[in-house]
């Protein structure tokens, strides 16, 4: 079945520290990878997405790359804010299957960020 | 706006009382999910309807029902609670697609079963 594995947490940094939350996954079929973030006390929100191979998603300043022959799709900040601190859940859903069934997520990663 | 909604945002029960977590999407999508969120475990899906009248089980499905009467509602119903279904439940909406496409997050629910 499908799953991701995601770096655990908490992961401590101070502002304008450069970001990295590892993410890998296996699959059957042709996955597309998501990042969600969750700030405290609210419900999941879209950050980024990559539907295909060598795609990049990027949004707010992160980004990430689809990589299919690592099956890797790593989280990456340049110079992270204080406002950044949350879970952020890395996540798949597989076209193979339509997509219907939903999601698959990672365990997610509690990101704080000190000033 | 375009927005899911859950009611109510936090419930404390007791063992055995059936309660509804209600859930509402104004967007008109197809796809609806319940999933539960706790530490270490992150998010699980419980059910998840592909249109009205059809539903099906995701990775947790004991102890819960769901039913999709209407395509914009999508309740989540427990029997007979126990205390370890205490956790934070989401649901989900989105258009049907090829997967590509984002899923819509309501705020949560917070439960606890004593």
């Known amino acids: 079945g499908n799953s991701v594995t995601q770096m655990e947490g908490p992961v401590t940094l101070s502002e304008e520290a450069f970001l990295t939350i590892n993410c890998t996954y296996t699959?059957?079929?042709?996955?597309?990878l998501f990042w969600y973030v969750q700030y405290p006390g609210e419900g999941l929100q879209l950050l980024l997405k990559a539907t295909k191979a060598d795609d990049k998603g990027s949004n707010k300043g992160f980004e990430a790359t689809y990589r299919k022959e690592t099956t890797s799709f790593h989280l990456e900040k340049g110079s992270v804010q204080v406002s950044d601190s949350a879970v952020y859940f890395c996540?798949?859903?597989?076209?193979?299957?339509?997509?219907?069934?939903?999601?698959?997520f990672g365990k997610g990663t509690h990101l704080i960020i000190q000033p | 706006e375009a927005q899911v909604t859950q009611n109510p945002r936090y419930l404390i029960t007791v063992t055995g009382k059936k309660l509804t977590v209600t859930c509402s999407q104004n967007m008109n999508h197809e796809y609806m999910s319940w999933y539960r969120q706790d530490p270490g475990l992150g998010l699980r899906q419980i059910y998840y309807?592909?249109?009205?009248?059809?539903?099906d089980k995701g990775d947790v499905p004991e102890g819960y029902k769901v039913s999709r009467k209407e395509k914009r509602n999508f309740p989540l119903i427990l029997e007979s609670p126990s205390p370890n279904q205490t956790s934070l439940y989401f649901c989900?909406?989105?258009?049907?697609?090829?997967?590509?496409?984002?899923?819509?997050f309501g705020p949560g629910t917070r439960l606890t079963v004593t």
């Open positions: 989900a909406s989105s258009t049907p697609g090829q997967g590509e496409d984002e899923q819509y």
């Open positions: 309807s592909m249109n009205v009248e059809v539903t």
């Open positions: 996540a798949l859903s597989d076209l193979w299957r339509g997509g219907a069934d939903g999601l698959t």
């Open positions: 699959a059957t079929g042709y996955p597309s």
